[in-house]
């Protein structure tokens, strides 16, 4: 079924290491999108990339990097975690119609991160 | 900052009557669209409506978008528990139409 994979669904992770949240989609959507989702806060837009070999900030894209070498894969990377980064990651992909998302975004199911 | 915020935040009704969330939002817009979260789930879109347009249906559910007055509704007529989620809409400006800015979100109960 096509889709969007993200890997791992869940994780603990000690304040000052380096992790990566993998996502992977198999609809050739141009564009991909991290979005992180707190109680209260709703989901917040933190990195996105609307092709290949293109990446732009979000809202809150601080503590967060990017990279999207192919339009597959879009891993989210953070380079030394703080517990203010504790929140469920949600990936997600669209066409964009020129500069403009004129369409749905569909979502994979989640990575759950705790930093302790 | 937020582009959505939806009303009320959480909502709770019996099965078999109708369920109204609203939507209000801060700029000029491309279009807006209505997402279903599951619990411990992705999200899933519902419906689009573009900014030229002022209503919408999808089976059950009714959309409207009022421009003038930066708000939207969804509509869920003869709500099953199985409508039980939450509810979040998002907009695509037209500063910055490439990306999808969502509210904070209604929690929906259906009560059987």
């Known amino acids: 079924i096509a889709g969007i994979t993200q890997a791992p669904t869940s994780q603990i992770l000690a304040a000052g290491r380096r992790m990566t949240l993998r996502c992977t989609q198999d609809m050739r959507h141009n564009a991909m999108y991290w979005y992180r989702q707190d109680l209260g806060l709703g989901l917040r837009l933190i990195h996105y990339?609307?092709?290949?070999?293109?990446?732009g900030k979000g809202e809150v894209p601080d503590g967060y990097s990017v990279s999207r070498a192919n339009t597959d894969d879009f891993p989210l990377t953070l380079a030394s975690a703080v517990p203010s980064q504790t929140s469920v990651y949600f990936c997600a992909s669209s066409v964009l119609a020129g500069n403009t998302n004129t369409g749905e975004l569909f979502f994979g199911e989640g990575s759950r991160l705790t930093v302790l | 900052s937020q582009q959505g915020e939806e009303d009320p935040q959480a909502l709770s009704i019996q099965e078999g009557e109708n369920a109204t969330m609203n939507c209000s939002y801060k700029?000029?817009?491309?279009?807006l669209q209505w997402y279903r979260q599951n619990s411990g789930r992705g999200l899933v879109h519902l419906i689009l409506i573009r900014s030229n347009e002022r209503e919408k249906h999808s089976g059950r559910l009714r959309v409207t978008l009022d421009t003038s007055k930066k708000s939207s509704s969804l509509l869920i007529t003869a709500s099953r528990a199985a409508d039980t989620a939450s509810y979040f809409c998002a907009t695509a400006s037209i500063q910055g139409a490439q990306k999808l800015v969502f509210g904070q979100g209604t929690r929906l109960t259906i009560n059987p």
């Open positions: 990339s609307n092709t290949a070999g293109t990446t």
């Open positions: 700029t000029s817009i491309n279009n």
